[in-house]
């Protein structure tokens, strides 16, 4: 099974992933990265910064597959 990084990218750089998830495919790494926006938020209020962060999930070769931001996750939460 593939492993996915989830660095986060906001105003004050990059914060490396140095772990990853081992997931299926690309479509599970979008909903884990969903999900893991939407936990940071409820753990802390949003700053006026947040609606900058993103997730650069990249592939074991360091590829970026896809980039989710926090507030694509905050909006998909405030429709389900």
Request: net charge negative; charged share 30%; hydrophobic share 40%.
């Amino acid at each position: 099974m593939p492993r996915y990084f989830f660095h986060i990218r906001d105003g004050d750089g990059l914060k490396n992933d140095p772990d990853g998830i081992e997931l299926p495919d690309v479509d599970a790494a979008r909903a884990t990265a969903l999900k893991k926006a939407c936990r940071i938020w409820s753990e802390r209020p949003p700053e006026p910064a947040a609606n900058d962060q993103t997730f650069e999930v990249t592939d074991e070769a360091g590829q970026i597959v896809l980039t989710v931001s926090f507030s694509e996750a905050f909006a998909e939460r405030a429709v389900t």
